[in-house]
């Protein structure tokens, strides 16, 4: 079936560490891929997208490429800051069907 | 300017008494998503709505209803809370398109089972 399947956390790094955040999917056709973000006691917010083969989408230094070959969207950051510090979720989007499935999260902690 | 809003934000129930939760989008988006989330994990989805074609997930309890008069509105209705149905529900809306889409989230309600 169609999955998507994230690091575990939680990760931990000191501020300015460079971040990487794997996730792989499992998935027939063609889907588009998304990072959402969750800080402490809030909703989800888009973080970032891509909706085919070779995308890289990009929001406040965060970056992620969509891999075809390697079936991968994996979350990078050059320099984490405190404020970095969240819970990722790695999501894939049918576009026939329109259903949105997310990865498991992965909570970031950064320390100053 | 709130796109997709749900009432109410918090919800108290009592165990075995009826309860549903609203959603409403002002982005006139043809998909509506329901989801549990419990703690910080993955939110669950329960089920969908592509225009008028309801989407439910395999897993998802008989005790979880939906409803999506139109476009604008979709209902969750819980006919038996238990305890183990304290969570965040979350409410999206997608519009698919050629050149992809984006997913917009409620804040979501946090309900509270006692």
């Known amino acids: 079936g169609n999955s998507v399947t994230q690091m575990e956390g939680p990760v931990t790094l000191s501020e300015e560490a460079f971040l990487t955040i794997n996730c792989t999917y499992t998935a027939t056709g063609y889907p588009s891929l998304f990072w959402y973000v969750q800080y402490p006691g809030e909703g989800l917010q888009l973080l970032l997208k891509a909706t085919k083969a070779d995308d890289k989408g990009s929001n406040k230094g965060f970056e992620a490429t969509y891999r075809k070959e390697t079936t991968s969207f994996h979350l990078e950051k050059g320099s984490v800051q405190v404020s970095d510090s969240a819970v990722y979720f790695c999501?894939?989007?049918?576009?026939?069907?329109?259903?949105?499935?997310f990865g498991q999260g992965t909570e970031l902690s950064v320390k100053p | 300017d709130a796109m997709v809003i749900q009432n109410p934000r918090y919800q108290v129930t009592q165990f075995g008494k009826p309860v549903t939760l609203s959603c409403s989008q002002t982005l006139n988006h043809n998909v509506m998503y329901w989801y549990q989330q419990k703690s910080s994990q993955a939110p669950k989805l329960l089920f969908h709505y592509y225009d008028k074609d309801f989407n439910n997930e395999a897993d998802t309890p008989d005790n979880f209803q939906s409803r999506r008069p139109n476009t604008s509105f979709c209902f969750l209705d819980i006919r038996s809370p238990g305890l183990g149905d304290a969570a965040m529900y979350l409410c999206a809306t997608s519009r698919v398109t050629p050149g992809g889409t984006e997913a917009f989230f409620g804040q979501g309600t946090r309900l509270t089972v006692v």
């Open positions: 999501a894939l989007f049918y576009n026939q069907g329109g259903k949105l499935i």
